[in-house]
């Protein structure tokens, strides 16, 4: 990818599994020790309950995680333009579009070209 900055060690294919398993396996691990299913007492363990206790669990563990992402995402495009890179670098990272882009994080970047001084034109004419 001309001009990201980054040249990924793996194929787009390999890392977006890398990361579903990893992310998978920390929703897991988040729910079963920072949630506790619901149960419903006199109920009995094997009428579905605990299970769909667990399945909300880590629906709700990686909800969080989503919120938790798009805020790093937001700090990390920040961080991104705060360092020099404009909305087409930003954009090629998060692979949609310059434009995509600067309708996510509209101000981020000042400026999407570098500053130019003004060119001198031979109109001016002394009278």
Known sequence: M????????????????????????????????????????????????????????????LNLLQQAIGHLENLAAEQAAAAGAGYPQIGRACNISRQGARRRWPGLVTSDTPHRPPRRTDRTRSQ
């Not at 890398?18 to 299913?37: F, N």
């Open 2 to 61: 001309p001009g990201t900055h980054f040249a990924p060690r793996l194929p787009e294919e390999e890392l977006a599994a890398l990361a579903i398993g990893t992310v998978d396996d920390l929703a897991r691990r988040l729910a079963r020790h920072a949630l506790r299913p619901l149960t419903v007492p006199g109920t009995a363990a094997d009428d579905g309950t605990q299970a769909r206790g667990e399945a909300l669990a880590y629906l709700h563990m």
